[in-house]
Structures are given as structure tokens and as C-alpha cells.
């Protein structure tokens, strides 16, 4: 069983930036991905950014070029880096991991998701 655990949530003025961490109980590279995803009041969670083992990384139109995810599985921990905040990118912050295991020598996998407990993120105007 892995942790995963968020911080660096919390109340920010518009334009302004914070750092989110994502840390694992156990190893991050056993997660072929990691992400970030959000859920505003009343609307549906969404995928925010993602970052696969090797670095590829993926980002909702919304944020493309203010945010910035990174992982270092050295010290099994992901990031996102969030900058020019505006009052729509408010919500929880949720950390993701997905593994993908094999598990008999047929090649079978078991694919699982991890998910952390959430960082609120309030931006003001």
C-alpha cells in the first residue's frame, strides 16, 4: 500500500503562485504516471497536469504555461508548480499515481490508482 500525501495548499491573491507537493509513503517509480487533478465547488474533478516515468508531461488548456509538474523519484515526490493564479484555478488538489505491475510470467498486469486526500487551493481577486 502506498501515501500519498499533498501540501503547500492555501490562500492566494490573483497573479500570485504556489507550490504543491506530493509525497509518497513508498517509492514513486513504481508509478508509471503521476498527476494533478482539481475539483472546483459544484463542478466535476479534472485532470490538471500529468508527468509519465520518463519525464512526458501533459497539461489541461486551462493552465499551459502557467503550471509546471515535476517529479524526482529520488526523494518520491512530485510537484506542481503554480503560477499566475486567477480566482477559476480554486479548488482541491488532488495527487494521483498509477502503477502498473506485472504479475505472472504470462505478462498479466495489475493496474492500480493512488490518490492523496487533497490540498485546498483558494485564489482571490
Known amino acids: 500500500q502506498v501515501q500519498l500525501v499533498e501540501s503547500g495548499g492555501g490562500m492566494v491573491q490573483a497573479g500570485g503562485s504556489l507550490r504543491l507537493s506530493c509525497a509518497a509513503s513508498?517509492?514513486?517509480?513504481?508509478?508509471?504516471?503521476m498527476a494533478w487533478h482539481r475539483q472546483a465547488p459544484g463542478k466535476q474533478r479534472e485532470l490538471v497536469a500529468s508527468?509519465?516515468?520518463?519525464?512526458?508531461?501533459n497539461y489541461a488548456d486551462s493552465v499551459k504555461g502557467r503550471f509546471v509538474i515535476s517529479r524526482d523519484d529520488v526523494v518520491n515526490t512530485m510537484y506542481l508548480q503554480m503560477n499566475n493564479l486567477n480566482p477559476e484555478d480554486t479548488g482541491v488538489y488532488f495527487c494521483t499515481g498509477h502503477s502498473s505491475v506485472v504479475v505472472n510470467v504470462e505478462g498479466a498486469r495489475a493496474e492500480r490508482d493512488y490518490w492523496g486526500q487533497g490540498t485546498q487551493v483558494t485564489v482571490s481577486s
Open positions: 513508498r517509492g514513486t517509480r513504481r508509478f508509471t504516471t
Open positions: 508527468i509519465t516515468a520518463g519525464g512526458v508531461t
